[in-house]
């Protein structure tokens, strides 16, 4: 053997490190806490924090609005990311239960494989408070606070038609199609669409939620069918991504996304995409805390009902400058 | 005398080739029936035949008197047909025990594995084969190659097995070795076992065998009992000619030292201790020794393939301290390694990338290959070395050992060596190639070549070395001038554990 | 044993029977058609899907198909270098990634200075993402070889620890807008991947020149040959002086090297870099390299056979969104063409070893 085993473990250590490192990159800032005094044993002032990927801005701000106000309120943070894996959320629990948090927001990694994870939390007192998307059991968590992607859809659907004048040929980009909230988007927008018989679905192709994915398929599909007049997508990522494509074929084609992210809204304001719908992240994510908080101090008890909706904002040319960080201000 | 095992009339056909031509050939029953023959002259395809992995293109196969079908290797199984395979068919991975029951694993129950039942039988099955002290625990992969054929012989052994067919069973068994499966053979002879014994060892299988078969071109060219033949007789039925001719002495003048080896010392489970030697320009040395003695490890060595603990090796009188394959290379040294299959050639690709693969870099114009020049002086290695090919573009692997052989040795000429490592540089190969081998052997030390040579095969090393050092446990025991050599004194050094005082 | 192999048989006992030769023509028919069986699968697409859809055989979708192969091609030529020789490269996808983000960042914030910000061409920021792609290639290089890691599990950490300094590099958030300004001097990105020259797109330009040189480097230079070697044995190899472990890292380098280009094209067109660029995009190049004919084992294969395999897999994809269907569908046919190919591969072996041993 010329190689010292040493050495290799060395290796080994450095490349585990740096994988933890890329793992919890989202949870640096929070990771000192503010006082080590502050550490009581009993009473935790600890608020974990978790969400799908940050790499979708939409979650990053879900993330950083939920943090920003715990801290306000006095509370440490733990930040996670379980990317979109059930099985990491899981684990991710565990790590909240044995830390003994005070509560747990969480924006879930899957509507059935999430509840026995919020129940283990709720057996060991910790209340958990969902943002964003809702589990398919009631009573396990203490509030389901999410956009109403029914609703928004509706009105993203409404704002297409009407760029649309309510007829011509147009194509959907759906997301992933495991995922719950591309069926109710979808559904929202022909819940609109379909009662115009002049407006013409010639093509539907998932693009999971990916902008290079969609990109490419976008593509294909005015290849397929050159008189499309509108491209409507399940979100922002895929809006992005199919108006690249039709800014390459050189062609005027309203596209239409979901989610209202800070790309989207400032090519609406280059008059590039037309329209998105604003989900508020950021003011799910302020009320999830608050009412966490309350709960904590009322010592577990809640007057808020457990499914909470709230509605989502049309974002178009008009209101595009008012929006900042998931939020149109004076909504 | 009883027919046990007859073969009727027997041709195959492969494409528009005859490998076999009409042969009937009769195997006697508890008897050791010898099978000689050239590769290539239809002794495998013969075996194949009878142990049913291929079936004849017409003919008809006897057992004890009765036409019998073997169409697969099962069915000659069931009828009590084993065979042995040149290559091992085993798995390194596993234990002795594992690989003895491999496909067939003693059972408790319906279920489980009775590994002690296993580990019981496959203790008794290494005393017979007189390897008692092995733990039936031991992985194969860990075992010398000569152990591992014996495992082998051993799942044969389990099988109750009415014909045995041995395919070149002792080609890396060293000479302890050789007597151990000769007793087993003896042993089987005695319990009415009816043996097929395929070799090249004359010396060896005339010690065992009573009747001898020869095969040539596809032919059955000689039946006879073997207390009627002599050496001599055996090899012109296979060659076709006469046996002197086969080794070429080599007889050039003896010049400067090109190789000086001293205190070469390798560490590691077969070790190198302490090694010294001096190969000149002209001069053919033999190293002779047993598996496992250090030979290939030294060799490998020299050529930087493994790093020495201590020593210096010096070409031309140049110290050579790097100890990189290519720093070897560059002073003069070039390795034919003893596996071919794995050291020596790339199987997927042609016989002309085997042949060009160590000095492609001086075949470029402007750093792109020059495929005509490749072309020529492949061609020109091949006519020089008389290796027979379909053409230089077929793959390596459709070439007969001993023109493979030629491959090997044709990419390292073309490094344009002072020295030449051969280890082995006849196993596996028949006479007529190993004749060639040797006569290419002689003419390299007569163009000044100094060439060093592997073997374990008294009679090759006697007849071709102008001097043999003797191996045993990494250290050289013994040396000889090819006039005082005798094969009693070789054997007696390479069993030795003295060392020889005072050699350099 | 060698005894199939058997010397040139006497003249008279060996003349082949009529029927013999005619097998043997069709065995060679065969034997031709399943050597471009990538060829083949290629035009029997071509044909179902022009007949379902009269827009894919037109002038404008076969470019953008091509377009579209592109940057599979670019990064199945990369994997190809290194499967030839018996390695496996799993990070692709993550260096794409990668590189996109650092490219994005310097295009988009630039390089910080304590004295300021610096913004590099278009042409400069390229090079850079290139030569990040070809060093994570190198220190997977060197994890193989010097560290003797299993090519699977030291590209497999890679792919890991690559997406994550990807996901690092903007702390998960995306370079929305790479079109520079003409006050930095960084305009033009798009070039690469959305320009075209003589109607074609760069994009493909740039395959044209990647494949043509790793044909070139593969079966012209002693290099090329090197890598071959190593992959059909690399004992023998040792044994003939070539310096294994520098084929070896000259391999990862290629790879990483071809997924960065893969990663800026992919950007360029996009006009975006997100941390998720060409995830899975790993999985799609061994496809293309298997389907062309090169062996997992190593030591054999083509570009121009992983090259083929890219357009099979990329006109299958884009064929089947052209008419509409369904992305579930999708995968089940992906993964059934791949399979497919890999048993007529075999299919290839034994018809081809069974035609050498008639012949020799």
Known sequence: MKYLPSRRAFIAVGAASVLALAACGGGDDDASSSGGSSAAPAASKLIVIITPSPDNVFFKAEQDAAAAQAKSLGYETLVLSHDDDPTKQSQQFDTAISRKAAAIILDNAGADASVTAIQRAKDANIPTFLIDREINKTGVAVAQIVSNNAQGAGLGGQEFAKLMGNKGEYAELLGKPTDTNAGVRSKGYHGILDQYPDLKMVAQQSANWDQA??????????????????????????????????????????????????????????????????????????????????????????????????????????????????????? | ?????????????????????????????????????????????????????????????????????????????????????????????????????????????????????????????????????????????????????????????????????????????????????????????????????????????????DWVTVFRDGSLVAHESMSKTDTGWIVRQMVGRDPDSLYVRNSSPVGDVLLDVRGLTVPGTVKVDDVSLTVSAGEVVGIYGLMGAGRTELVETLMGMRQAGAGEVSVRGKREPKGTVQARMAAGLALVPEDRQRDGLVQTMSVRENILLATLARMTRSGLLNGAAEQRTAKTKVSELAIKIPGLGALVTALSGGNQQKVVLARALLTEPVVLLLDEPTRGIDVGAKSQIAGLMAELAAQGFGVLFISSELAEVMAMADRVLVMARGRITAEFTAENVTEEALVAASASESVLEGHS | MTDTHVAAPAPTASAPQPEERGNTALARAALLLLRGRT??????????????????????????????????????????????????????????????????????????????????????????????????????????????????????????????????????????????????????????????????????????????????????????????????????????????????????????????????????????????????????????????????????????????????????????????????????????????????????????????????
């Open chain 3, 39 to 360: 060829l083949v699968v290629l035009v029997v697409l071509i044909i179902i899907f022009s007949s379902i859809s009269s827009e894919y055989l037109t002038q404008s979708n076969l470019i953008l198909m091509t377009k579209h192969v592109a940057i599979n091609a670019i990064l199945a030529i990369g994997v190809t270098f290194v499967i030839l020789t018996g390695g496996i490269d799993l990070s692709v996808g993550s260096i794409a990634g990668l590189s996109s983000m650092v490219a994005g960042g310097l295009l988009f914030k630039g390089l910080n200075f304590p004295g300021g910000t610096v913004f590099f061409s278009v042409a400069v920021v390229i090079l850079i993402g290139i030569v990040v792609g070809a060093l994570v290639g190198a220190v997977n290089g060197l994890l193989i070889t010097r560290f003797r890691v299993a090519p699977f599990i030291a590209t497999l950490g890679m792919l890991y620890v690559a997406r994550g300094a990807a996901q690092l590099h903007s702390n998960g958030g995306t370079y929305p807008d790479l079109g520079g300004t003409e006050a930095r001097g960084n305009t033009g990105f798009g070039f690469i991947g959305v320009d075209s020259i003589l109607g074609i797109p760069v994009a493909v330009w740039i395959m044209v020149v990647v494949a043509a040189v790793a044909i070139v480097v593969t079966t012209k230079t002693p290099f090329g040959k090197h890598i071959f070697a190593v992959g059909g044995n690399e004992r023998a190899a040792v044994l003939s002086g070539i310096r294994v472990n520098r084929v070896k890292i000259a391999v990862y380098v290629i790879s990483g090297a071809c997924a960065a280009l893969a990663g800026l094209l992919l950007t360029s067109e996009l006009g975006a870099a997100y941390p998720d660029t060409a995830t899975t995009y790993e999985l799609n190049a061994i496809a293309a390299a298997v389907l062309g004919g090169t062996a997992l084992a190593g030591g054999r294969g083509t570009i121009i056979g992983t090259v083929m395999g890219a357009f099979v897999i990329g006109f299958l994809s884009d064929g089947l969104v052209l008419v509409g269907v369904s992305t579930f569908w999708q995968s089940v046919v992906k993964g059934a063409v791949i399979i497919f190919a890999v048993i007529t591969e075999q299919a290839q072996q034994r018809l081809q070893s069974s035609l050498t041993r008639r012949t020799a």
């Open chain 1, 213 to 331: 994915e969609a990109l490419q398929k976008t593509q294909t599909i005015l290849q397929a069918h050159p008189n499309i007049k509108g491209i409507i997508a399940g979100n922002d990522t895929m809006a992005l991504g199919a108006y690249a494509a039709v800014q390459a074929a050189k062609k005027d084609i309203i596209v239409v996304g979901f989610d209202g992210s800070p790309d989207v809204v400032s090519s609406i304001q280059k008059k590039a995409i037309k329209a998105t719908v604003l989900q508020p992240a950021s003011k799910i994510a302020q009320m999830a805390v608050d009412q966490a908080d309350a709960y904590i101090k009322a010592g577990g008890k809640t007057d808020q009902p457990e499914k909470q909706s709230i509605d989502c904002v049309l974002v178009n040319a008009d209101n595009a400058d008012t929006v900042k960080d998931f939020a149109v201000a004076g909504s």
């Open chain 2, 1 to 209: 005398m009883a027919e046990m095992l007859e073969a009727h009339n027997i041709s195959k056909n492969y494409g528009g080739v005859r490998a076999l031509k009409d042969v009937t050939f009769t195997a006697y029953r508890g008897q050791v029936n010898v099978l000689v023959g050239e590769n290539g002259a239809g002794k495998s395809t013969l075996m194949k035949i009878l142990s049913g992995s291929e079936q004849p293109t017409s003919g008809e196969i006897r057992l004890d008197g009765e036409p019998v079908q073997l169409g697969s290797p099962r069915a000659a199984q069931e009828r009590g047909i084993g065979i042995i395979h040149q290559e091992l068919s085993l798995f390194p991975n596993m234990s002795i025990a594992e690989n003895l029951f491999a496909g067939r694993e003693m059972r408790k129950g319906s279920t489980f594995v009775d590994a002690g039942g296993q580990r019981r039988r496959a203790r008794e099955v290494l005393k017979r084969l007189g390897q008692d002290r092995i733990d039936p625990d031991t992985l194969v992969g860990d075992l010398p190659i000569g152990q591992q054929q014996l495992v082998e012989i051993g799942r044969a052994l389990l099988e109750d097995v009415r014909v045995l067919i041995m395919d070149e069973p002792t080609s890396a068994l060293s000479n302890h070795e050789v007597d151990v499966l000769f007793e087993v053979m003896a042993d089987l002879r005695q319990q009415d076992v009816t043996v097929i014994y395929i070799s090249h060892k004359l010396d060896e299988f005339r010690r065992i065998g």
